[in-house]
């Protein structure tokens, strides 16, 4: 179970790789998705689990099927995928930092300084 | 789907004691399914009697509608991968020419590579192989026989863990490639968990848990740090096993979490981890245990 973790249904994370990859344009929007035998080798698990990840993908427009020749990735999958990442983005990430941040006592202007601090470190833009 | 194996109220008794007490359940066809537990808890008996080796005490075991015990065209649809499996005074390449004649759907070109992959020696006496080698034997009569119903009873006594990848991947490859119905009986839960389409665990010879593994994926966390902080955290929860040290503690409980509880438990400085399978198993064995200690007493 190559990289997997124990405690998401598998299907899920099989799921949520994928999205990742075409998130980041590692598979890019008219390409072909992996087959299911392919995911099942290559994360050892059972195909019928990575084709019900592959289902999900279906399911939530992100991938579409071609008959006979397999899956590829939606035209627009990329930015709907931003899209939702962004509007969990303060839930995911901002939330649990800030309740950190409050803990450990660094107020909001220091909490600025050290994003911007680490955004130039690498490398982001300042605006 | 359907179900390609049936038994139901099996009970299987051997000079008064009960290897196998009132187990009903059902394998779909074109699945893998575990079947878990601890050494003595049915699982051969029961492979056994579902290969048609064995007679049930009670109970019913029809495998496509027919008995294993009787059927002789079944007997061809399946193959049977036993833990202690004897061979006669023959060598390796006669034991898988045996293995051909007797299987219908054999295929020798995948026999022949997977003799390359575990490095096996035709020309040797299966007598004289290694205990991991004779297993090695085993695995490659289970896959090349492409039988319908497959059955493997712990099938890797003396396997290395590399010997042991290369049956997944190659089970799986097949699997996808010709599907058929697997049981597989085995301790090693955890390297086969991503393999398994459900899972059966056997313990005293009863059937106390059979799950999609998915569904088992999650079904426990346990939960660690200061003892007031973990019982605050964990009120209302059913708790499976709890394991102290001095002011911190290590609680089991039933369940996921959900991104609220987790931000919570990280705000009250608790570690969250998820249980993999084979702790899932561990404690429906034990549980089971207790329930019989109580009915014991009761």
């Not at chain 1, 084709?51 to 930015?79: C, H, P, Q, T, Y």
């Not at chain 2, 497959?150 to 097949?174: K, M, S």
């Not at chain 2, 040290?245 to 969250?272: K, N, Q, Y």
Request: glycine residues 8%.
């Amino acid at each position: 179970m190559a990289g997997l973790d124990e405690g998401t249904p598998l299907f899920i994370q099989i799921a949520e790789r994928l999205a990742d990859q075409i998130a980041d344009g590692t598979l890019a929007e008219g390409e072909r998705a992996p087959s299911t035998n392919e995911l099942s080798a290559y994360y050892r698990i059972n195909p019928a689990t990575a084709a019900k990840g592959l289902n999900v993908m279906i399911d939530d427009g992100l991938l579409e099927k071609r008959r006979g020749i397999g899956m590829f990735v939606s035209v627009g999958a990329r930015r709907q995928l931003l899209e939702n990442r962004r509007k969990q983005f303060a839930d995911r990430f901002v939330d649990p930092m800030v309740a950190e941040a409050t803990r450990l006592g660094i107020n909001t202007d220091e909490l600025v300084a050290l994003i911007r601090d680490s955004n130039s470190t690498q490398g982001g833009t300042n605006s | 789907m359907t179900s390609v194996i049936s038994v139901d109220a099996l009970s299987r008794q051997y000079r008064g004691q009960l290897a196998l007490d009132n187990v009903t359940f059902t394998v779909e066809s074109d699945s893998i399914t575990g079947l878990l537990g601890r050494n003595g808890a049915g699982k051969t008996t029961l492979l056994r009697i579902v290969a048609g080796h064995e007679f049930a005490t009670a109970g019913k075991v029809s495998v496509d509608g027919a008995d294993p015990a009787t059927s002789q065209a079944l007997m061809r649809r399946m193959v049977f991968v036993r833990e202690d499996q004897s061979y006669p005074e023959i060598r390796v390449g006669q034991a898988l020419r045996v293995a051909s004649w007797f299987h219908p759907n054999w295929d020798s070109d995948l026999a022949a590579s997977l003799i390359d992959e575990f490095n096996l020696p035709v020309d040797r006496r299966v007598k004289k192989l290694s205990r991991g080698m004779r297993s090695a034997l085993g695995i490659v009569i289970g896959l090349a026989a492409r039988a319908d119903i497959t059955l493997f009873d712990e099938p890797y006594a003396g396997l290395d863990p590399v010997a042991r990848q290369i049956f997944y991947d190659r089970l799986l490859a097949e699997y996808a490639e010709y599907p058929r119905t697997i049981l597989l009986s085995t301790h090693l839960i955890d390297e086969v968990a991503g393999l398994l389409d459900r899972v059966l665990v056997l313990d005293q010879g009863q059937l106390v848990l059979d799950a999609e593994t998915d569904d088992l994926r999650g079904a426990a966390t346990s939960v660690s740090g200061p003892i007031a902080a973990v019982e605050e955290f964990c009120a209302g929860r059913t708790v499976w096993n709890r394991r102290p040290v001095a002011t911190h503690e290590t609680v089991v409980v039933a369940g996921a979490f959900g991104d609220h509880d987790r931000a919570r438990a990280a705000s009250m400085r608790l570690i969250l981890e998820p249980q993999t399978l084979q702790q899932v198993v561990v404690h429906a064995a034990r549980a089971n245990a207790t329930d019989t200690l109580e009915r014991t007493k009761a």
